[in-house]
């Protein structure tokens, strides 16, 4: 299948993907940064990309650590969360949140064996899988 795209906004992807990445140069904001004043939309689109590469990125971010909170990552998951010590910190800080948060309810058994599983009410439940297939934001 192909798509007729004009030249600039084939540029604007191109641009967006790379910045929005963090592998764009000075040149290569300044140069977004120019689009997006010649044409709001663009503006409009790069703040959207940015939010769903954001939220990937985080629920990529999730997936991964859990299975090595969990032990059942492989060697380069591993290597991966081992590597947010020095690559990006704030997430370090959040894996380590989650791990001592894990440690701490295994250091407490009790919780757990006096824990009473509760179902979500119907009503609720429906709700927030509507949300979820209509691909509405949730509330923050």
């Known amino acids: 299948m192909k ?4 030249p600039t906004d084939r540029a604007f992807l191109q641009l967006a993907e790379k910045v929005a990445a963090g592998k764009g140069t000075s040149k290569d904001q300044a140069e977004l940064d120019s689009m997006m004043k010649q044409n709001p939309e663009f503006r409009v689109e790069f703040t959207e990309f940015q ?3 954001h939220d990937e990125q985080t629920a990529e971010f999730w997936a991964v650590a859990v299975r090595v909170l969990v032990g059942a990552a ?9 590597s947010l010590k020095t690559d990006d910190p ?3 800080e959040k894996y380590q949140d989650a791990l001592e948060f ?11 064996k006096n824990a009473k599983p509760r179902l979500m009410p119907a009503h609720l439940r429906k709700e927030l899988l509507g949300d979820l297939s209509s691909k509405k934001r949730l509330p923050k």
């Open 74 to 82: 492989t060697k380069d998951e591993i290597r991966r969360i081992e």
């Open 102 to 112: 894990l440690n701490g309810m295994a250091a407490r058994p009790e919780i757990m």
């Open 90 to 92: 704030r997430r370090w």
């Open 3 to 6: 798509f007729d795209m004009k």
């Open 51 to 53: 939010r769903n590469l």
